[in-house]
């Protein structure tokens, strides 16, 4: 899986937000300000709105072609350094019938969100760009009170760093999802209640496996199977596959529906490592460990690695996931590293 490197992001550099699903930056827009504060303060980033970024989020749902159209937009606009989307959804697949992949191919750059997003990852990794699996605006950049310190250090280390990511160490000062109405404008200084970290959970495997990274959220994986994003089974072959759920908290058992799929697919037999998220709200955490150890099981894939209770995907704060990056499952050392730069 050859992808092309984004250039990384310096001081002073414009970064687009953009509304690819639901159209929460619209609804909510003292959220959305803080974001773009936080952004501008603690990067120094000039930050920049595509045309329907900040619409109302029935606008943005009547309006798929719009969205495609701002996508495109920022991407063939060379002054914007990297799009950033604002928050997730459910909503991203109805743009794929507007997107034109050679735009994306031939002007690439910086691509972050996570969750729904998933969908223009896959885009994106179409069209033979690496994105990054990451925060978005009014999540991990509008964090209530501020940002949290390894979500700070994540983005600086992955976007505007071109050495070699490195190993990626657990959060160790705890970790959130907090509900707080987004909604009651007086409660976004008031920091969410931080869980204590138990570490990262490796599951299974005794070896020392690496691989480019390729996932995304569970979910919206199952709505593109098919599709035209949707990647070969040589994509699959050698790489980590990184897989987290949404918020909805899904029951243990779609969980082990959508990874039969996998294996029916033959992408079990052919990945070399699997990381999982941490569950939202740490729910079912025993439980998918569980399916997940069900599923290889009845593949025979005894010894193939495993991570889960990982720090990215509905959980805050998260380290970044940078896609066709080649990364280091170490079960020995019980160490999970991403051993190439993520951008030039």
Same mark, same amino acid.
């Given at each position: 899986?050859?992808?092309?490197?984004?250039?990384?992001?310096?001081?002073? $550099?414009?970064?687009?937000?953009?509304?690819?699903?639901?159209?929460?930056?619209?609804?909510?827009?003292?959220?959305?300000?803080?974001?773009?504060?936080?952004?501008?303060?603690?990067?120094? /980033?000039?930050?920049?709105?595509?045309?329907?970024?900040?619409?109302?989020?029935?606008?943005? &749902?009547?309006?798929?072609?719009?969205?495609?159209?701002?996508?495109?937009?920022?991407?063939?606009?060379?002054?914007?350094?990297?799009?950033?989307?604002?928050?997730?959804?459910?909503? #991203?697949?109805?743009?794929?019938?507007?997107?034109?992949?050679?735009?994306?191919?031939?002007?690439?750059?910086?691509?972050?969100?996570?969750?729904?997003?998933?969908?223009?990852?896959?885009?994106?990794?179409?069209?033979?760009?690496?994105?990054?699996?990451?925060? #978005?605006?009014?999540?991990?950049?509008?964090?209530?009170?501020?940002? /949290?310190?390894?979500?700070?250090?994540?983005?600086?280390?992955?976007?505007? =760093?071109?050495?070699?990511?490195?190993?990626?160490?657990?959060?160790?000062?705890?970790?959130?999802?907090?509900?707080?109405?987004?909604?009651?404008?007086?409660?976004?200084?008031?920091?969410?209640?931080?869980?204590?970290?138990?570490?990262?959970?490796?599951?299974?495997?005794?070896?020392?496996?690496?691989?480019?990274?390729?996932?995304? =959220?569970?979910?919206?994986? $199952?709505?593109?199977?098919?599709?035209?994003?949707?990647?070969?089974?040589?994509?699959?072959?050698?790489?980590?596959?990184?897989?987290?759920?949404?918020?909805?908290?899904?029951?243990?058992?779609?969980?082990?529906?959508?990874?039969?799929?996998?294996?029916?697919?033959?992408?079990?037999?052919?990945?070399?490592?699997?990381?999982?998220?941490?569950? &939202?709200?740490?729910?079912?955490?025993?439980?998918?460990?569980?399916?997940?150890?069900?599923?290889?099981?009845?593949?025979?894939?005894?010894?193939?690695?495993?991570?889960?209770?990982?720090?990215?995907?509905?959980? =805050?704060?998260?380290?970044?996931?940078? &896609?066709?990056?080649?990364?280091?499952?170490?079960?020995?050392?019980?160490?999970?590293?991403?051993?190439?730069?993520?951008?030039?």
């Amino acid at each position: 899986m050859q992808l092309v490197k984004p250039k990384g992001l310096k001081q002073g $550099d414009t970064v687009a937000t953009i509304s690819l699903s639901w159209g929460g930056a619209g609804d909510l827009p003292h959220r959305y300000k803080v974001g773009k504060h936080q952004i501008e303060s603690v990067f120094d /980033l000039n930050v920049v709105e595509t045309t329907n970024a900040l619409r109302s989020a029935q606008w943005i &749902y009547d309006n798929p072609k719009a969205r495609a159209e701002d996508l495109m937009e920022a991407f063939r606009n060379s002054d914007i350094k990297a799009i950033i989307s604002n928050i997730g959804g459910e909503d #991203s697949i109805r743009l794929l019938k507007y997107i034109d992949f050679n735009v994306i191919r031939d002007n690439p750059k910086i691509f972050m969100g996570f969750s729904d997003s998933t969908v223009t990852h896959f885009m994106c990794l179409k069209a033979g760009l690496s994105s990054f699996y990451g925060t #978005s605006v009014l999540v991990g950049f509008a964090e209530n009170g501020g940002m /949290l310190k390894y979500q700070v250090e994540d983005i600086k280390r992955t976007l505007f =760093c071109n050495e070699a990511i490195g190993e990626i160490h657990p959060n160790t000062e705890g970790w959130t999802t907090e509900y707080l109405d987004w909604f009651d404008t007086s409660l976004q200084h008031t920091k969410r209640k931080l869980t204590p970290s138990n570490g990262w959970r490796f599951l299974r495997g005794e070896s020392k496996v690496q691989g480019p990274l390729i996932g995304g =959220c569970l979910e919206v994986l $199952d709505m593109i199977k098919g599709t035209i994003i949707w990647p070969e089974l040589e994509v699959w072959r050698g790489a980590i596959l990184f897989l987290e759920s949404s918020e909805e908290k899904p029951d243990p058992k779609y969980v082990r529906y959508w990874l039969m799929g996998f294996a029916a697919m033959g992408i079990l037999n052919v990945i070399n490592g699997i990381i999982v998220g941490r569950p &939202y709200d740490n729910e079912f955490v025993q439980e998918y460990d569980d399916v997940i150890l069900q599923v290889l099981n009845e593949e025979g894939l005894y010894s193939l690695p495993v991570i889960t209770q990982m720090d990215f995907g509905h959980t =805050c704060p998260t380290f970044t996931l940078p &896609y066709g990056r080649i990364a280091e499952i170490d079960c020995e050392h019980k160490s999970f590293s991403i051993l190439e730069n993520a951008v030039d």
